[in-house]
């Protein structure tokens, strides 16, 4: 087969597949990610069929760890790690080093060397983002202060990993592995001297994305935004991920996965930090799919029939020895017992960092196949459970508020006054104009008259700075891309404005504004009969179409020209205007102005 068909082939039939076996994980209530690793074993060595290129699934794979590392770097705050800085940073170093020590203990009695256990330990000790988030957001408990510790923790976490890509490299050559994979070979066999080294250019690096990188690449953006050119926007975001994730390793010899998580960190900071994760979205998630096709090519399903006792082994780390750990650290921060259940059950799984950590200790020879199938089977069946663990962790909680006296015994004392308090929203009660044009303007001038709370949503980024210029608070952004609404606070709105032209836009916004406020008050722009009745159906506030208002507008001037009084031409535009709000859409024919009914005085015949 052409290099060209295969590369076409690995991509169709990994996408295909884990679009299936995705749906079929969603049907089973499994989190789809357990699909996107089984779609890569039917495509792996392992299984009869088609069997797709490793090398080139690799390189695929290699796209989708820098995506999700800038993902990551895009995500990551230093305002929600601090809220939470007493408990998560401790506890996931102390909850690392744990089950480090557990997994190494469980490769020496395997007879593996220093290196193997190193490797394996840490691959057992970190959760999957993707896993955990999604548990959270489906339990709504994000915004909660179970959930906010949980990130918290995880953020120290992704950051001992990427510490741990850079290091294991330049440590190879003495853990036993060949080096290979590292960028480059430096001091000679000393293994201080190489260590000083690494850490040196990683320091240089990091000082020249914190200081030049970031100036310069929210300025790129900036400038890529002041097109506007949605591609070009996109494109760039894109450009400086792969851009920088590729020039760090080549410059500076660290990682990809370190290169773009810095890419991402440097633009969070910027306001255009929002858009740019949401364009970078559907490709990061196309090739984050890949990235779990290839790694589930390497999984010898066998494993679970040869070994089962080590994957139980395994598996009892992952559920269990962490598990154990996290409610030990928790309660020893004297938090309450229902959150140190709910942070060990969102920990209870392992994911990207893990599968990372195989390929990387593959390459520099630390590692046993043996090792990476053992891992590869733990995440698949932690992943699977995970969602039973939520469910117990519930029932425990609930188990335990109805006893406290029993709850008290596991809980050191003034637990209840240790919760994170919620930070306050900036904003609570405003309105959200969507479209600064011209009808969204004059609303928004409405506001400032009468010094009501709001902020502008609009995708044209010269006008976005004019508007702060002129002390007016605005997002830059598409309204109906992931993270905008948030980013204005849609959840503490009272009213949302949609004054853009498009229907297909309006109707999205009134749903994500919806999903996110069920309550928030809605004032729709449309231009058709069809979209009116719709958005009326809805029961949306309030709907208007803009060449009917310039027909009542119209009347209403006639209707005086003629002679009627204002008072009597006003009450009959505004009835005409509530009769068609409420008349079926197939009976409105717009012919412009509405007839003329005769009135009482004879003045106006129709």
Known sequence: MPHATELIAIIALGLVLAFACGMLAQRLRLPPLVGYLLAG??????????????????????????????????????????????????????????????????AHLWGWGIGAGLVFGLALSVASTVVLLRALEERQLLDSDKGRIAVGWLIVEDLAMVLALVLLPALAPSLGGTGDGAAHHVGDGNIWLTLALTLAKVAVFTLVMLVGGRRVVPWLLDQAARTGSRELFTLAVLALALGIAFGSAELFGVSFALGAFFAGMVLAESDLSHQAAADSLPLQDAFAVLFFVSVGMLFDPGIVLREPLSVLAVLGIILLGKSVAAVAIVLAFKHPLGTALTIAASLAQIGEFSFILVSLGLSLKLLPTEGRDLILGGAILSITLNPLFFVLADRATRYFAERPDLAARFERRGAAETAVTEAPKPHRGHAIVVGYGRVGSTIAKAFAAWDLPYLVVDRDRRRVL?????????????????????????????????????????RRLVELAREANPGID?????????????????????????????????????????????????????????????????????????????????????
């Open 522 to 606: 809605t004032l729709v722009r449309t231009h058709n009969d069809g979209e009116r009745h719709y958005f009326e159906e809805q029961g949306v506030g309030l709907v208007l179409m803009a060449e009917r208002e310039l027909a009542f507008g119209m009347t209403l001037y006639a209707l005086r020209s003629l002679g009627l009084k204002e008072g009597e031409a006003r009450i009959f535009v505004d009835s005409t205007r509530v009769e068609s709000r409420s008349a079926p859409v197939e009976a409105e024919i717009d012919h412009g102005a509405p007839e003329l009914r005769p009135h009482k005085t004879g003045v106006v015949e129709s």
């Open 41 to 106: 074993v039917l495509v792996g060595p392992y299984t009869p069929g088609f069997v797709g290129n490793s090398e080139l699934a690799s390189q695929l794979a290699e796209i989708g760890v820098i995506l999700l590392m800038f993902g990551v770097g895009l995500h990551f705050s230093i305002k929600d790690l601090m809220a939470v800085r007493t408990i998560a940073l401790p506890g996931a170093i102390v909850q690392i080093v744990a089950a480090t020590a557990m997994g190494g203990l469980l």
């Open 466 to 506: 004019d508007l702060r210029k002129d002390g007016i608070e605005a997002v830059f952004g598409d309204a109906t891309a992931p993270g905008i609404l948030e980013a204005a606070d849609i959840g503490e709105a009272r009213l949302i404005v949609i004054a853009s032209p498009e229907a297909h836009t309006a």
